[in-house]
T-cell receptor, first 113, second 112 residues
Framework: DSGVTQTPKHLITATGQRVTLRCSPR?????VYWYQQSLDQGLQFLIQYYNGEERAKGNILERFSAQQFPDLHSELNLSSLELGDSALYFC????????????FGPGTRLTVL | EDQVTQSPEALRLQEGESSSLNCSYT??????LFWYRQDPGKGPEFLFT???AGEEKEKERLKATLTKKESFLHITAPKPEDSATYLC?????????????FGGGTRLMVKP
């Protein structure tokens, strides 16, 4: 158990819909990261927040957005969902924004029908 | 663009048969190289961080090494419970924040 929690574990929805994924980092960690893992693309970085502020952005679609709240939990919002958005979404956290180890949560499996 | 290539894609070993997994990387200014283990349907589990060429780290049956172009994960006398996908990732100095760029992974199967 990494100490990173994610909800829900599974999510099944239809194309065009909007969903919110939630992540609570390990106690004391200030940085939160979101990654997407699909069969054809592997594990891809989406976005990083540090102490409430956006720190880095990867190949995150404009339909996706995220935020980190004052209690440091984070939410990833996915809208206008397409079939290709079906994937595992992982949240990770680390102590600071330096080159610290990132600890991953158990993931949310999103299925878009 | 940062690139990470892992080989082989899949590896079958008999219990006790030692081997190595390879991670080749191209990055402009390596800040760190990370190894993770991932079981099916689970989140990646952190194993090692290597920062500079010549560095080595060990944990139980695993040993990670780093050169300027690649990293190896050596598995000594593996057991069936070592079966998993092993992921390699790099962090680059030129990137804002500390995003990880992952390789495609090596799926290891250890038969009893």
């Amino acid at each position: 158990d990494s100490g990173v929690t994610q909800t829900p574990k599974h999510l099944i929805t239809a194309t065009g819909q909007r969903v919110t994924l939630r992540c609570s980092p390990r106690s004391g960690d200030l940085s939160v990261y979101w990654y997407q893992q699909s069969l054809d693309q592997g594990l891809q970085f989406l976005i990083q927040y540090y102490n409430g502020e956006e720190r880095a952005k990867g190949n995150i679609l404009e339909r996706f957005s995220a935020q980190q709240f004052p209690d440091l939990h984070s939410e990833l919002n996915l809208s206008s969902l397409e079939l290709g958005d079906s994937a595992l979404y992982f949240c990770a956290s680390s102590v600071t924004s330096g080159n610290n180890e990132q600890f991953f949560g158990p993931g949310t499996r999103l299925t878009v029908l | 663009e940062d690139q990470v290539t892992q080989s082989p894609e899949a590896l079958r070993l008999q219990e006790g048969e030692s081997s190595s997994l390879n991670c080749s990387y191209t990055v402009s200014g390596l800040r760190g190289l990370f190894w993770y283990r991932q079981d099916p349907g689970k989140g990646p589990e952190f194993l090692f961080t290597l920062y500079s060429a010549g560095e080595e780290k060990e944990k139980e049956r695993l040993k990670a090494t780093l050169t300027k172009k690649e990293s190896f994960l050596h598995i000594t006398a593996p057991k069936p419970e070592d079966s998993a996908t092993y992921l390699c990732a790099v962090q680059a100095r030129h990137n804002a924040g500390n995003m990880l760029t992952f390789g495609g992974g090596t799926r290891l199967m250890v038969k009893p």
